[in-house]
């Protein structure tokens, strides 16, 4: 999908929404996905045991596991959550977000770049998405939040 559709998309969820409206990642996040990316472009994954490293990709893996959640993954997928979201909340946030438009397939680095080109949500961003889309029920999966 490219950058343009993947924009179509978040201002279609959430309104319209600006560059500035985004927390542009680090540069130990953008590093992360760039290795994730490349990874991924081989068909390799990391062993699955490394999700167990991380809290954020632990959170979200047992989310989907014990709910059974139409959603696959891989470890670098899930491990990139990270690179956007700093909190369990915000993890789920990207798990909703990534349900709504990738229903049944594989969370991977390269789909969360495209659902979030220019970064997560900023902190006012986020919580006017969460008080006006999730919690006001707008979204398919807002029950799992």
Known sequence: ???????DIVEEMIGERHVGDFQELSQEDAAFLLQALAIERTGQDLPPEDVE?????????K????????????????LSIGCFAKNP???IVVLIDFLEKFENETITAEKLCTLYPWGFYNERSFTDYVDNFIRAGKARWAKIY
Request: glycine letters at 8%; aromatic letters at 2%; charged letters at 25%.
């Open 63 to 78: 989310r989907i596991d014990v709910l059974q959640l139409p959603v696959k993954y891989t470890t670098l997928g899930l």
């Open 89 to 91: 909340g915000k993890a």
């Open 53 to 61: 490293a991380s809290l954020l990709a632990s959170i979200v893996k």
């Open 1 to 7: 999908m490219d950058p343009g559709k993947a924009r």
